[in-house]
């Protein structure tokens, strides 16, 4: 047993442990992340017992976990790279066709058979079992070209005899791919996507250069074997990136977004507002306010439950904005509050109109989000199928004409949607059947 390995396992091992703990939601590509690493840990633990020449049986078998769990490794990065792979129907039935073969000739090899026939077989079963699943699977061209890309050069390699070459030439192609998935797939700006594309490419240098450095030059096995070990560092440390940019930027979004609606905040909302009125200012133009208050939601949440109000205030966000317009800001401001900041409201520049102001577009505005509101929201099976209904209260005010400050006038849209709801509730209570209508007075 090679002892001088043990430091690099331990240091792999704290490394992928910080991976695995230091995220509470793990994305689809985080996990797939973490498995293909836990592998490389594998690899790791099997090439420290690899290195006993004592029994001859447990070099082998160490050999063959190691690098089938390179191999397997591999798979794991390119899934989590690969959003189009993981989503394709029979994905698994792809991968297992395709790999198995490979999988089969890393072990061979690692068992030391050198049988040429035994090698071709498994070679052509993955090249021919990978281009018919692709044609049963309707797959793009550039599948069959991967695919192609991958065995054919094998079965070169191994038919004049080359089967180290052919064995590592299988996971250099499988760890260039990677390289190439990472690099299109991680943002540009990514700091950590340099350091995971360049740690894929070293490690596809290794493999090409293990069996040139092995046969002509064994005198630099040590310096390969260093670069070795540094290029799983590398990677480690550049997920590690990948995840705390994201982090960050998960924080930063969320510093402006409501996480339940994941519309707007107020402090986003305050912020658009400002601009809207610097611009209309600026421009001549128009700016209206709308505050929305939920009718009905409190008995939503006494007779449900909070997480039946949370499923209607996701579903009535979701309406709400479908029936926004794309220049308008639409927020959640409070429990169960609404704004929006509509721009270029009129069809003329600051014409003059009649005070309280009554403007087509205003109205449409305002009738599309009392429609939005009163869809009816299912509940699901977790809350009996139950079928939930509400109602809104909304006030309008508008730049210039009710305030030039965005203070006053989220003041006087509140004033009003307020009033709305008092006349509402009268209603109610006497019978009355009345239009509701946009209150600007």
Same mark, same amino acid.
């Given at each position: ?8 396992l ?6 992928v /442990? ?18 293909g ?20 049986? &447990?070099?082998?078998? @160490?050999?063959?976990v190691?690098?089938?769990?390179? *191999? ?7 899934l ?10 029979? /994905? %698994? ?7 198995g ?9 690692a068992?030391? /058979?050198?049988? &040429?026939?035994l090698?071709?077989?498994l ?10 699943t ?5 797959? %793009?061209w550039?599948?069959? +070209? &991967?695919?192609?890309?991958?065995w ?28 190439i ?6 943002p540009? @700006? @990514?700091?950590?996507?340099?350091? &995971? ?21 064994? $005198? ?14 590398i ?6 990136l990948?995840r705390?940019?994201?982090?960050v930027? /998960? ?22 507002l400002?601009n809207? *009125?610097d611009?209309? +200012?600026? !421009? ?9 208050d939920? $009718? ?10 909070? #997480?039946?109000? $949370? ?10 904005e ?6 308008? =800001? ?6 169960d ?6 721009? #270029?409201?009129? $069809? #003329? ?12 577009q ?10 939005a509101?009163?869809?009816p ?13 509400v109602?809104?209260s ?14 006053? *006038?989220?003041?006087?849209? !509140? ?7 008092k006349?509402?509730?009268?209603l109610?209570? =006497?019978?009355e ?9």
């Open positions: 047993m090679n002892y001088l390995l043990l430091p690099d331990f240091a792999m091992a704290l490394l /442990s910080v991976l695995m703990f230091s995220g509470r939601r793990e994305r689809d590509d985080m996990r797939l992340w973490t498995a690493l836990l592998l490389i840990l594998l690899e790791c633990a099997a090439r420290i017992v690899y290195t006993m020449r004592e029994s001859l049986a &447990v070099h082998r078998v @160490s050999h063959v190691a690098l089938d769990a390179y *191999l397997l490794a591999g798979v794991m990065f390119l989590s790279a690969s959003p189009g792979l993981r989503r394709m129907p029979r /994905s %698994r039935t792809f991968l297992i066709i395709t790999i073969p490979a999988m089969a000739m890393l072990a061979i090899y068992l030391d /058979s050198r049988t &040429v026939a090698y071709q077989a070679i052509g079963f993955g090249l021919l079992g990978g281009l018919l692709c044609l049963l699977m309707r797959r %793009r550039t599948y069959y +070209a &991967v695919i192609a890309g991958l054919v050069p094998l079965a070169i390699y191994s038919s004049g005899g080359h089967f180290r070459m052919a064995a590592y030439l299988s996971l250099a192609l499988l760890y260039v791919m990677c390289a998935a990472f690099a299109r797939t991680l540009s @700006s @990514s700091r950590g996507r340099i350091a &995971v594309v360049a740690g894929f490419l070293i490690w596809s240098g290794c493999f090409l250069a293990h069996p040139w450095v092995s046969e002509v030059h064994p $005198d630099w096995t040590d310096f390969l074997n260093e670069l070795w070990n540094m290029q799983k560092f990677i480690t440390v550049g997920f590690l990948v705390l940019e994201r982090q930027i /998960s924080n930063q979004w969320l510093a402006l977004h409501d996480e339940l609606t994941r519309l707007p905040n107020r402090r986003l909302f305050d912020d658009r400002q809207a *009125l611009r209309a +200012a600026r !421009d001549g133009h128009r700016v209206a306010i709308f505050n929305l939920l $009718d009905g939601f409190k008995q939503i949440n006494d007779t449900l439950g909070h #997480d039946a109000g $949370d499923v209607l205030l996701k579903t009535v966000g979701r309406n709400l479908n029936a926004t317009r794309r220049t308008d =800001t639409l927020a959640r401001v409070g429990g509050e609404f704004s929006l900041v509509a721009v #270029d409201i009129g $069809d #003329d520049p600051m014409g003059p109109v009649p005070h309280p102001i009554l403007l087509p205003a109205e449409r505005i305002f009738a599309s989000m009392l429609e509101v009163e869809l929201v299912p509940l699901g099976p977790a809350y009996g199928n139950n079928v939930a209904r109602s809104a909304v006030g309008v005010a508008f730049f210039p004409e009710d305030g030039t400050d965005a203070t006053s *006038l989220m003041r006087l849209a !509140d004033h009003r949607m307020y009033g709305q709801k006349e509402r509730a009268r109610r209570q =006497t019978g059947k009345a239009p509701l209508t946009l209150r600007t007075a």
